[in-house]
C-alpha cells in the first residue's frame, strides 16, 4: 500500500470516528431533552411513554399567564447581559496584563487565581452574604450583579488565548508606535475573537441557568429570575412535575438556539487554542 492511499485510508477512519463520537454525543445529550420534553406535554416517561397521548400544557399556561413571569424574565436579561458583559471586559484586562504585561508579583497573583479556581464558587457565599450586608447592598442590583462578575476561570481562560499569540505582532506594532490599548483592541482581540465568542456563550448559559447566587442573595422577590421563579412555582408541600418540566424546557431553550448559532465559533474557539508561538 502506497504512503499516499495509506494518509487517504488513516483520514477517513479518522473522520469515521470522529463522526461516529460526534452522533454519540449528540444522542446521549438530546435524549434527556426529549425525555423532559414528553414529561411536560403529560407523557408518563417513567412508564417508558415519549409521546403523551393526549398533549396537556397546563405547566406552560401556568409559567407564561403567571403575573411575576415577565419580572423574572427581565431579571434574568438584566442578570445574565449586565454579568457576562462585565466578567468578560473584567477577564480581558486582567488576563492581557498577566499574560503581556510585566508588574511585581505578577506569578502570585497567577497562582493566587488558580487557587481560586480550587474553591468550589459556592463555598464564597457566606462569606460575601455578610460583606453584601455590612455594606447595606444585600436585596439590590448592585449586591446580585457586581459579586458573579469576578471569574477566575474566565481570567485563566484569557490568559492562556493571549499567551497563544505570538510575540512577533506585539512587537511590529510596537516598531509602528502602536500603544497597549492598540494592541489589545486592534491586534490581539481580534485574534483570539473565537475563543472570546465561546466564553461569551458559556458565561450566556451558566448565567442564564443561575439558580443559587439569586436564590442566596435576592432578599426580595422582585429580583428573582426565571430559574429562582420557576422553582418558587413548581415547589411548594408537594411537587409539580408538569410545572417543574415546562419551566425546565422554557430555560433550555435559549441556550439551545444560541449554542446551535454560535456553534461555528465555538469549533473556531478550539482550533485557535492550538495555535502556535
Given at each position: ?97 498577566l499574560s503581556r ?42 449586591g446580585l450583579l ?132
Amino acid at each position: 500500500m502506497s504512503t499516499e492511499l495509506r494518509n487517504k485510508v488513516k483520514t477517513f477512519l479518522i473522520n469515521l470516528v470522529a463522526d461516529i463520537g460526534f452522533i454519540i454525543g449528540v444522542v446521549v445529550y438530546i435524549i434527556p431533552f426529549l425525555i423532559l420534553l414528553a414529561a411536560s406535554l403529560g407523557a408518563n416517561v417513567m412508564a417508558g411513554q415519549l409521546i403523551p397521548r393526549q398533549p396537556r400544557y397546563d405547566g406552560y399556561i401556568t409559567i407564561f399567564t403567571h403575573p411575576a413571569f415577565s419580572l423574572w424574565l427581565v431579571n434574568s436579561l438584566i442578570f445574565t447581559v449586565s454579568v457576562t458583559a462585565g466578567s468578560i471586559v473584567i477577564s480581558t484586562l486582567a488576563g492581557y496584563a498577566l499574560s503581556r504585561l510585566d508588574f511585581p508579583g505578577k506569578g502570585i497573583v497567577f497562582w493566587f487565581i488558580l487557587g481560586i479556581m480550587m474553591i468550589p464558587g459556592i463555598a464564597a457565599y457566606l462569606p460575601l452574604y455578610i460583606l453584601l450586608a455590612k455594606m447595606k447592598i444585600l436585596g439590590t442590583y448592585i449586591g446580585l450583579l457586581i459579586p458573579p462578575m469576578a471569574s477566575p476561570y474566565n481570567v485563566f481562560m484569557l490568559k492562556q488565548a493571549f499567551d497563544a499569540i505570538p510575540r512577533d505582532y506585539e512587537e511590529a506594532a510596537l516598531i509602528d508606535g502602536a500603544g497597549t490599548p492598540t494592541i489589545l483592541f486592534r491586534i490581539h482581540l481580534p485574534i483570539i475573537r473565537p475563543v472570546l465568542t465561546t466564553l461569551i456563550l458559556f458565561n450566556i448559559v451558566w448565567n442564564w441557568n443561575n439558580f443559587g447566587w439569586p436564590l442566596f442573595v435576592a432578599t426580595r422577590t422582585t429580583l428573582w429570575n426565571l430559574p429562582l421563579g420557576i422553582w418558587n412555582l413548581t415547589w411548594s408541600y408537594t411537587v409539580n412535575f408538569w410545572n417543574l418540566a415546562a419551566g425546565a424546557v422554557i430555560l433550555t431553550l435559549p441556550p439551545l438556539i444560541l449554542y446551535i448559532i454560535a456553534i461555528e465559533y465555538y469549533l473556531r474557539g478550539i482550533a485557535v487554542t492550538g495555535l502556535k508561538k
